[in-house]
């Protein structure tokens, strides 16, 4: 479709990584205003420089997870025969992640933060 347009491959992979950049970014300065909200007061930039180096390290682990799915699937650049075995993994680790996400009680774990940090006060 694009290259009917007369959109080259290399403009759209450029455009593509500059606006996933953009999104990706976005995303992570919102959770990152969040985090230092409720974090201790003075350790914000600590606090800053360990949640990204945690994301650094989510993002390499992700790619080479998918890595080894897709080796271990057999997935190639022209076999894509189990490529639906690849997202049904992907799904069950999501909701499987999710369960226990929801048994956390982060209203209590972010009131014993606000109760400790007297310079701040909970976020409602």
């Given at each position: 479709?694009?290259?009917?347009?007369?959109?080259?491959?290399?403009?759209?992979?450029?455009?593509?990584?500059?606006?996933?950049?953009?999104?990706?970014?976005?995303?992570?300065?919102?959770?990152?205003?969040?985090?230092?909200?409720?974090?201790?007061?003075?350790?914000?930039?600590?606090?800053?420089?360990?949640?990204n180096g945690l994301l650094l390290i989510a993002v390499f682990l992700a790619t080479e997870l998918?890595?080894?799915?897709?080796?271990?699937?057999?997935?190639?650049?022209?076999?894509?025969?189990?490529?639906?075995?690849?997202?049904?993994?992907?799904?069950?680790?999501?909701?499987?992640?999710?369960?226990?996400?929801?048994?956390?009680?982060?209203?209590?774990?972010?009131?014993?933060?606000?109760?400790?940090n007297l310079g701040r006060k909970h976020l409602d």
């Open positions: 479709q694009r290259r009917v347009h007369g959109i080259s491959d290399q403009v759209f992979a450029v455009v593509y990584v500059i606006i996933m950049t953009l999104i990706v970014e976005t995303k992570a300065l919102t959770t990152t205003i969040f985090l230092t909200r409720i974090c201790l007061k003075n350790v914000e930039g600590t606090f800053f420089a360990i949640v998918g890595a080894f799915l897709l080796f271990i699937f057999g997935v190639t650049e022209q076999n894509f025969d189990n490529y639906a075995y690849i997202t049904l993994v992907r799904k069950t680790y999501a909701l499987v992640v999710f369960y226990f996400m929801w048994k956390l009680d982060f209203d209590a774990a972010i009131n014993m933060v606000a109760e400790k």
